[in-house]
């Protein structure tokens, strides 16, 4: 027998360190060639690390939540014949889809606790005698929570005893009234894999930047006209239009009269470069967690293309299946939560980005018209910037541009 090392690859980019967000196997498992033994992280991309071998997994190379720098060892397996010391540079790598929840080991242990402490089953009525219920009613306990030694299943007095004795009990006062118990139980969530490079990622921009939040009304009544009557009329043919793709268009042509918020802040440089392309950073939730996929070069996309590559970016970002091009190089990012969208907020700037546009929910209000009270449409836009080099006129026109654009729709064909 030999023992087979796998260290950590070099994944190609410059790459030099990744972050292990999840182990697929520990000591003691059986693994066969290509199963894969790990998920790290690098950016946002996660990648599977398979097994070229086949053996038994010895010792692992770190915790979940480490980082590891290439060529670190990252597993041991016990193989057939003569060991080898490095299996690193033929080992492939392939993208990971993004898991709904945190992987679980290939195999768990299961302890099976001792019959005599096994709660009585919560579909049936539990088991006691008159004194035995009113006991639990005076201490505030629930009878299906408490284990039962009796024939039959009956709980006595001494179990509810050892479960006082165990568990404490419930405020009677409390108890008696509605049922409700005190809970002190804790859940310890570690911060690795995307949620901590969302969390590094957030607190470096409102480190660096000095943001400022501008809040602008916009009736869209006759943009929701339009849409409607564009999907009814096109919408087979072309596919459905939501409310992002008009957005998107208003956004690119306001970006042409406001150059300075399409743009990236090199600080440390001490250069801002204005971009002619917009590369629409899309905030997408996902369920490992939001990631900004890039709509590139909007300003050359009719409304049906931008459409179309905003529910293609969605899907493989939500897959876990999205490429590092295809999540980074925005110029600008617009970020909404539809329908939970609120009345207002306040967006942080992606860094090193100088603005973001955020969109909030469309609620019906009553709005005065030409003197007379009707209802309209209505939607905020909540968008911040970088105050370092973009100022509160230019934000405030910019915005206000984009809300001509969506109160006029029909400038949206013709500008």
């Not at 709980?155 to 509810?160: C, N």
């Not at 030409?370 to 209505?378: D, N």
């Amino acid at each position: 027998m030999g023992v087979h090392v796998i260290k950590m690859p070099d994944l190609g980019e410059g790459i030099t360190e990744v972050e292990l967000v999840a182990w697929r196997v520990k000591p003691g498992d059986r693994v066969a060639e290509d199963q894969v033994l790990a998920d790290v992280m690098t950016d946002k991309a996660t990648v599977e690390i398979p097994s070229p071998v086949v053996g038994q997994v010895l010792a692992l190379g770190g915790e979940v939540g480490q980082v590891l720098a290439v060529g670190a060892e990252l597993i041991r397996i016990e193989v057939a014949g003569s060991a080898t010391p490095d299996a690193a540079a033929s080992m492939p790598v392939v993208p990971a889809p993004a898991p709904a929840s945190t992987p679980t080991p290939t195999s768990i242990p299961i302890s099976i606790p001792d019959a005599s402490a096994v709660p009585s089953p919560s579909a049936d009525k539990p088991i006691a005698s008159p004194a035995v219920r009113r006991r639990a009613w005076e201490l505030g306990i629930d009878l299906q929570q408490v284990a039962a030694s009796g024939a039959g299943g009956r709980i006595l007095q001494a179990d509810l005893e050892a479960h006082v004795a165990a568990h404490g009990t419930a405020p009677p006062a409390v108890a008696r009234s509605t049922g409700l118990v005190q809970r002190n139980d804790e859940e310890k969530v570690p911060v690795v894999g995307l949620r901590r490079r969302i969390a590094q990622k957030m607190q470096e921009s409102k480190r660096r930047i000095p943001h400022f939040t501008y809040v602008e009304e916009v009736d869209v009544t006759e943009l929701e006209v339009l849409r409607a009557r564009l999907n009814a009329q096109w919408g087979a043919q072309r596919g459905h239009l939501t409310l992002l793709p008009l957005l998107v268009r208003a956004v690119v042509l306001a970006v042409r009269e406001f150059p300075q918020v399409n743009a990236r802040f090199d600080d440390e440089a001490g250069v801002v470069t204005r971009h002619g392309a917009v590369h629409l950073g899309i905030a997408t939730q996902t369920g490992a967690g939001l990631m900004v996929p890039v709509l590139r070069h909007a300003e050359a996309s009719d409304l049906w293309a931008s459409a179309a590559e905003i529910a293609r970016l969605a899907a493989v970002a939500r897959a876990g299946k999205a490429t590092r091009d295809e999540l980074t190089g925005s110029t600008l990012t617009l970020t909404s939560l539809g329908a939970l969208g609120g009345i207002v907020s306040t967006p942080v700037i992606n860094y090193p980005e100088v603005a973001i546009v955020g969109v909030n929910r469309i609620v019906e209000r009553p709005v005065m018209r030409g003197g007379a009270v009707v209802a309209r449409q209505m939607m905020n836009l909540s968008s911040s910037f970088d105050h370092r080099v973009v100022d509160g006129q230019v934000a405030a026109g910019f915005v206000q541009a984009v809300r001509r654009y969506l109160e006029a729709p029909a400038m949206l064909f013709v500008a």
